[in-house]
């Protein structure tokens, strides 16, 4: 069965560094997610992703974050200098296509940690 | 603003049992979608069951239903014959379109209900 992967699964990093998560979602899907979760707390949007430009963002989603997609293959989230409230896990999310009734795929997250 | 509101943080039930998660939610919409989402200990987020708002029948999957009130916008998830593998944090989620056109696909979670399952 098809999934979503992503890399790594475990990220340390110190504040202010650039870290690039990376995310392969299923070949035929055409909506890219990325979510977030702190610990302990409720899984939040970030931003949707479609045709090489960015959908829809959420106000977490400042200018400290980019997306891309690369090749034909990667889906990839950039926080350019992280911050301790960054620490969460960030999920990759796919879907055939954006409407409300497609299931989202997810990956199974990387755990960022911000020192 | 359309929020999802999971009242119960932890839920417990003997294996076997049936047990019941709320979740209540807010929208202006008339027709809609929800799911209800599983988290493991692995952290994956795995889709359990989906209900289509305009379908008077509630979803059915397995040993998984709901109880969808549309009029008192409530999503409650029933898990019969409760296993083991059950155990899991379980969020109720809504998807939405944040602009007009834009993609109805962002989801809005639920705080989430902790599941436990006692042997």
């Known amino acids: 069965e098809p999934e979503v992967t992503q890399t790594p699964s475990h990220q340390v990093t110190q504040m202010g560094q650039e870290v690039i998560l990376r995310c392969v979602p299923i070949?035929?899907?055409?909506?890219f997610y990325w979510y977030r979760q702190i610990l302990g707390q409720k899984v939040e949007f970030l931003v949707s992703?479609?045709?090489?430009?960015?959908?829809?963002k959420s106000e977490i989603f400042d200018d400290q974050f980019s997306v891309e997609r690369p090749d034909g293959s990667n889906f990839t989230l950039k926080i350019r200098s992280t911050k301790l409230e960054d620490s969460a896990m960030y999920f990759c999310?796919?879907?055939?296509?954006?409407?409300?009734?497609?299931?989202?795929?997810f990956g199974p997250g990387t755990r960022l940690t911000v020192t | 603003a359309q929020t999802v509101t999971q009242s119960q943080p932890e839920m417990s039930v003997q294996e076997a049992e049936t047990v019941t998660l709320s979740c209540t939610y807010d929208?202006?919409?008339?027709?809609?979608?929800l799911f209800w989402y599983k988290q493991p200990p692995s952290r994956q987020m795995i889709l359990v069951i989906r209900?289509?708002?305009?379908?008077?029948q509630n979803a059915t999957e397995n040993r998984f239903s709901v109880n969808f009130q549309k009029a008192a916008k409530s999503f409650s998830l029933k898990i019969s014959d409760s296993q083991l593998g059950d155990a899991a944090m379980y969020f109720c989620?809504?998807?939405?379109?944040?602009?007009?056109?834009?993609?109805?696909?962002?989801?809005?979670f639920g705080k989430g209900t902790k599941l436990s399952v006692k042997p």
């Open positions: 999310a796919s879907s055939a296509d954006s409407h409300s009734s497609y299931e989202q795929y």
């Open positions: 070949s035929n899907h055409l909506y």
């Open positions: 992703f479609y045709n090489n430009e960015i959908s829809e």
């Open positions: 929208t202006s919409e008339s027709d809609y979608y």
């Open positions: 209900q289509e708002a305009y379908k008077q």
């Open positions: 989620a809504y998807p939405y379109a944040m602009n007009y056109g834009g993609s109805q696909g962002n989801l809005i």
